[in-house]
Nanobody
């Protein structure tokens, strides 16, 4: 069974940092892209970042560029999202996910709240 579990969220002041973790299981971790999305109440889901399985190449959404860093560790089947210089508008529930054989898998998210 494919499972992804995000963790590491919490309450932080503006300008602070958080590191989100994503634990993956049930699939060949090395083979698939891992992505982070976020969704705030009443807003559409927003792509934050993703990382390739082949060469570790990364993509960042406009809101994440220059502040967030995505990484992955194949040995532990973990992915991470280091978030620095957090802003109140980063407040959201963050999810990690992947796509296998045309189907998306998302685990339970982790809530990030940035206070001003």
């Amino acid at each position: 069974e494919v499972q992804l579990q995000a963790s590491g969220g919490g309450l932080v002041q503006a300008g602070g940092s958080l590191r989100l973790s994503c634990a993956a299981s049930g699939f060949t971790f090395d083979t698939y892209v891992i992505a982070w999305f976020r969704q705030a109440p009443g807003k559409e889901r927003e792509g934050v970042s993703c990382i390739s399985s082949r060469d570790g190449s990364t993509y960042y959404g406009n809101s994440a560029k220059g502040r967030f860093t995505i990484s992955r560790d194949s040995a532990s089947k973990m992915a991470y999202l280091q978030m620095n210089s957090l802003k109140p508008e980063d407040t959201s529930t963050y999810y990690c996910g992947t796509r296998l054989r045309g189907r998306e898998y998302w685990g339970q998210g982790t809530l990030v709240t940035v206070s001003s």
